[in-house]
């Protein structure tokens, strides 16, 4: 089937359209980074910065503890990703495996939960967290992440664990592994990929959030990247955007840097291997 | 204990006792972090609980609830949010169906484009906002340039305008949703049958006949639960309007979550900010009940 060109060359414009409107925020953000004040102030603003600085980079961090908010940032991250994995990747292969009734209760509690404002989560978690001494601390915040992260990661595990084909499972029972043996040499091999790639997205998902943070961190020292970032917001002068952008720009680093790693990840091809020998 | 041969398969085998080991590490802090502080949400809601207060909390009954229902800020506040969610989600819907048909085209570059296209995915919702106060600036923003640039007057400061304030952060709600939106559109459009379309093509149907024919119907469960989500996320979002407008001006953009999270935390009342909770859960359930209930019986003729 082939399109006609002037069709093909729509098809190109209304792609070009799209990719400008997502692109043009952040190109617009790194060149406010590099702009020195003049520029900034200038009746005139440019897209390329004619006399670009790191200046702004320098001051944000004098500003704002960008270091330290960036430190609790990555332990809230990693501590959620991992235990969020840790928990979720039992639970799915149970729903997906066998018939549990309480692994369903679970998971289909877990998905209608998030129906629910967060406002009538935070009162509570906000009360309970305090009862347990773990208000205004960054293990307390893990906490919420991990229960907060599980939905999208039991639904990525689950499409993980059905891509393991079951027969390697039957096949190693044949051959005498123990339940628990099969568990640890065959399937946890194959679904290795999967759960990095799980823990990733849930990394990504702590490291942005911002609400439960507002609400549950009050010291500044222990707050995270989000919640420091809006410290620059305010009246801001003209000469503020600067740190600002060049901050917000190095927040969104580790983002997307994840992000490019989970899109190369290609689990498809090793499974279909497995299968075939 | 499983025999390959076994007609129901292994996905219907009875769980034994490794299974429950395997499902208590998720049951403790779901029950400890999901499902009891809902329960308790819902309690709260029907006492006149404070923070910092040293009195003893005690229940009230319904009065949260009848003093919520002649506060008019609230329902200023809950009609804001529907108008955002609804003016959020049917053009991230359509604008991504959009991008996804396109993007599932044999276009050159398809891979950079599937790339550059879900970066905002993966930004904060808090740098969005910043990125999006930035192009909106009155003085320094690309905006206000680019009219001035064309000759199209001085430009304005949008996010501070009581008429362009609720336009201007939904365009960036669109923006923000658009991505997500997108994968999930362009993971249904590969459950399309390539075959039948293929067939309708040499039987002379054009591009619109195609797309109402074969890919709409294969497409509809996807668009339908993904339109749903975003309803419920939009309605409930926070952060993006709290970093661009902060509610403001005069309340023109101040969602329901913004209304609730002052209530709790900026004066304290956590039982009326609970029966906020509680009538937004209501309410929402409702509307997508019939919005769902709506969809799925129209499925026979569309």
Redesign the interface.
């Given at each position: 089937m082939r399109t006609p060109a002037p069709a093909r060359a729509a098809q190109y414009l209304a792609l070009l359209a799209y990719l400008v409107f997502l692109a043009f925020p952040f190109l617009w953000l790194l060149s406010t980074a590099f702009k020195p004040p003049r520029e900034l102030g200038s009746a005139h603003p440019t897209w390329i910065p004619e006399d670009p600085t790191l200046d702004n980079f320098r001051q944000a961090f004098d500003e704002q503890p960008l270091l330290r908010a960036g430190a609790n940032s990555l332990l809230a991250a990693s501590g959620a990703a991992v235990l969020a994995v840790l928990i979720a990747t039992p639970l799915a292969y149970v729903t997906t495996r066998y018939r549990s009734r309480l692994g369903r209760a679970l998971t289909g509690w877990v998905v209608v939960s998030q129906a629910f404002p967060f406002v009538l989560v935070i009162i509570p978690l906000f009360l309970v967290l305090k009862n347990l001494r773990l208000i205004d601390s960054v293990p307390g915040l893990v906490l919420v992440y991990v229960v907060w992260a599980l939905p999208f990661a039991l639904w990525m595990l689950a499409g993980y664990v059905r891509a393991v084909p079951a027969e390697l499972e039957e096949a190693a029972a044949v051959d005498g592994a123990g339940r628990l043996r099969t568990l640890v040499s065959v399937t946890a091999p194959l679904l290795a990929p999967g759960i990095v790639a799980t823990a990733l997205f849930a990394f990504v998902t702590a490291w942005n959030e911002f609400f439960f943070a507002l609400v549950l961190l009050k010291t500044p020292e222990k707050q995270t990247l989000p919640v420091v970032l809006t410290h620059f917001i305010g009246a801001e002068g003209v000469a503020d955007l600067g740190p600002l952008a060049a901050a917000a720009f190095l927040a969104t680093l580790p983002s997307l840097v994840v992000f490019a790693i989970v899109q190369r990840r290609i689990t498809g091809g090793m499974l279909a291997g497995a299968v075939k020998s | 204990?499983?025999?390959?041969a076994e007609a129901s398969?292994?996905?219907?085998?009875?769980?034994g006792p490794?299974?429950?080991f395997?499902?208590l590490?998720?049951?403790l802090?779901?029950l400890?972090?999901?499902?009891?502080?809902?329960l308790?949400?819902?309690l709260?809601a029907f006492t006149d609980a404070q923070s910092g207060r040293t009195e003893p909390t005690r229940w009230i009954g319904a009065l949260n609830f009848r003093d919520l229902l002649h506060d008019t800020l609230f329902w200023e506040s809950f009609r804001i949010g529907l108008a955002w969610a609804v003016g959020v989600s049917a053009p991230q819907f359509l604008?991504a169906l959009?991008?996804a048909l396109?993007?599932d085209?044999r276009?050159r570059l398809r891979w950079l484009?599937r790339?550059?296209?879900?970066?905002?995915?993966?930004?904060?919702?808090?740098?969005?906002g910043?990125?999006?106060?930035?192009?909106y600036?009155p003085?320094?923003?690309?905006l206000n340039?680019t009219l001035?640039d064309l000759g199209l007057g001085d430009g304005r400061d949008w996010l501070s305008g009581l008429a362009t304030a609720l336009p201007a952060v939904m365009i960036v709600g669109i923006?923000a949703g658009?991505?997500g939106t997108t994968v999930a559109l362009l993971a249904g459009l590969q459950n399309t049958p390539q075959e039948l379309?293929?067939a309708a093509?040499v039987d002379g149907a054009g591009?619109w006949r195609r797309f109402r024919a074969v890919t709409w119907p294969a497409l509809r469960p996807v668009a339908l639960a993904i339109t749903a989500l975003n309803l419920?996320w939009n309605?409930?979002s926070?952060?993006l309007v709290?970093?661009l407008t902060g509610g403001g001006p005069g309340g023109r953009t101040r969602l329901?979550?913004l209304f609730?999270?002052e209530e709790?935390?900026r004066y304290g009342q956590?039982g009326y900010?609970?029966a906020?909770?509680?009538v937004?859960?209501a309410v929402?359930?409702v509307l997508?009940a019939v919005f769902l209930a709506g969809r799925l019986r129209g499925g026979g003729d569309a």
């Open positions: - | 204990m499983t025999r390959p398969g292994p996905a219907h085998r009875a769980a490794g299974a429950w395997l499902v590490p998720a049951l802090p779901i400890v972090l999901s499902v009891g502080p809902l308790y949400g819902v709260l604008l959009g991008l396109l993007l085209q276009l484009a790339a550059l296209a879900i970066v905002p995915w993966a930004m904060p919702e808090v740098v969005v910043i990125m999006w106060r930035l192009v600036h003085d320094a923003g690309v340039e001035r923006w658009l991505p379309h293929e093509a591009a419920i309605f409930n926070f952060a709290y970093v329901p979550m609730a999270y709790a935390f956590f900010a609970a906020m909770g509680c937004m859960v929402v359930s997508l």
